[in-house]
């Protein structure tokens, strides 16, 4: 039985796989932080990194009421939280019982929630990371960060206290799904299953805190790349909805001057070392500085429920196979690179669009109503000397 063609004649592309339950455990943080941080170097490591990821520390095993309050209904701060957020007022004493007082109507008691030590490690923790101006962290879960839930806190995801922390991930879609659906809609692969630690198939899971040191990185220098079959497929702007005017390639016959510092460095620093070579297909989160040195900011499974950016999954799909294809016949792989040209800016969308905070309140976080649509001016040259080094925070 012949397959059927699509409209144009085509023979239509196969759905979009499912990631293993191997390839969601592979790409949790714990999994790869260790592999990139601490590198094992050869004999001349005059021309190698010792790492190439930013700082982090990973708190676990979590206090079980701990989850229990991130699942728990409504945001508000644990008993142990001494200040809401740091946009607080710290003259106001009241602050807590404020936010999280129970109203005269309601018909029972909130749980109450308290894990003091945990508290106590998360300020120690930020303190000890230091980062960008007045010190600061990064938080996320086994796999997600809070990025959902900026708004609430001052429209970033900087934490210089415990209850910045806490009330970034009570209030993240993003992150509830990492602990409630991570394991779920994967492809059952009996070979995977063998490679993956037990508890990935079990209610009870090993659930991690992520402290990241704070880097204020520039965000039209972060790439999401697509790699299938151990190759570079696509390379993506990071942020969709913003067109920047220096990370405009010069022509359309040449390619984009970013695309061999990429290249090199995952040939350098990641093919073959992610899981040892173990899996071929995921999406590599990447950070360029202004010494032109990259950096690992995340990996992400294959797969729909990674955003493709400015791919689609049936690009991205089609994309892969004609690569393993190319590869099988020793031809070369080129990537196809995106950015957001003038002429894709009324095109483009922002992926957090459907996460945002009532206007009220955003403009009582003082983000204010403009919205710049990009950095406009200086070239790429001079523009690559503003942006920070991880290296050294």
């Not at 990194?49 to 708190?59: A, G, L, P």
């Not at 210089?160 to 991930?169: C, H, I, N, Q, W």
């Not at 994967?186 to 299953?193: F, I, L, T, W, Y």
């Not at 070392?273 to 950070?287: E, M, Q, S, W």
């Amino acid at each position: 039985m012949q397959s059927q063609l699509t409209e144009d004649g085509n023979i239509p592309l196969p759905p979009v796989i499912k990631p293993t339950p191997y390839e969601v455990h592979a790409c949790r943080f714990s999994s790869w932080y260790s592999t990139f941080r601490d590198m094992h170097l050869p004999d001349d490591t005059r021309k190698h990194r010792k790492n190439v990821t930013i700082e982090s520390t990973i708190i676990s095993p979590l206090p079980p009421e701990f989850i229990r309050y991130l699942l728990s209904d409504g945001v508000r701060l644990p008993d142990c939280a001494k200040k809401v957020s740091s946009c607080m007022n710290d003259a106001d004493e009241n602050a807590d019982d404020e936010w999280d007082s129970p109203g005269e109507d309601d018909d029972e008691e909130e749980e109450k929630f308290s894990f003091p030590s945990l508290t106590e490690e998360i300020q120690a923790t930020i303190n000890a990371l230091g980062g960008d101006a007045n010190k600061g962290c990064m938080p996320k879960l086994n796999w997600s960060s809070p990025k959902d839930a900026s708004w609430i806190n001052q429209s970033t995801l900087k934490c210089a206290k415990a209850g910045d922390v806490y009330l970034l991930l009570k209030s993240s879609e993003f992150v509830a799904f990492d602990l409630e659906r991570a394991w779920k809609d994967v492809e059952n692969d009996v070979a995977s299953d063998m490679e993956t630690p037990s508890f990935a198939n079990k209610d009870e899971q090993k659930f991690e805190l992520v402290l990241r040191k704070w880097c204020n990185l520039h965000p039209s220098m972060e790439f999401r790349c697509f790699i299938y079959d151990y190759e570079i497929v696509a390379i993506s702007q990071r942020h969709p909805s913003k067109y920047y005017s220096h990370l405009q390639p010069p022509s359309e016959d040449h390619d984009h001057p970013l695309l061999a510092i990429i290249e090199k460095f995952y040939k350098k620093y990641v093919k073959g070392r992610f899981t040892n070579g173990k899996i071929h297909r995921y999406v590599l989160d990447l950070y360029i500085d202004s010494q032109q040195r990259t950096w690992i900011v995340d990996f992400n499974v294959w797969g729909s429920r990674t955003d493709g950016l400015l791919f689609d999954w049936e690009e991205l799909t089609k994309l892969g196979l004609d690569a393993s294809s190319a590869k099988n016949d020793r031809l070369e792989v080129e990537p196809e690179f995106r950015v957001v040209t003038k002429n894709m800016k009324s095109m483009t969308y922002d992926p957090l669009s459907s996460f945002r905070g009532p206007t009220d309140v955003m403009d009582l976080l003082g983000q204010g109503n403009g919205d710049n649509d990009g950095f406009d001016g200086p070239s790429f040259e001079n523009f690559m000397k503003q942006c920070v080094r991880p290296s050294e925070m």
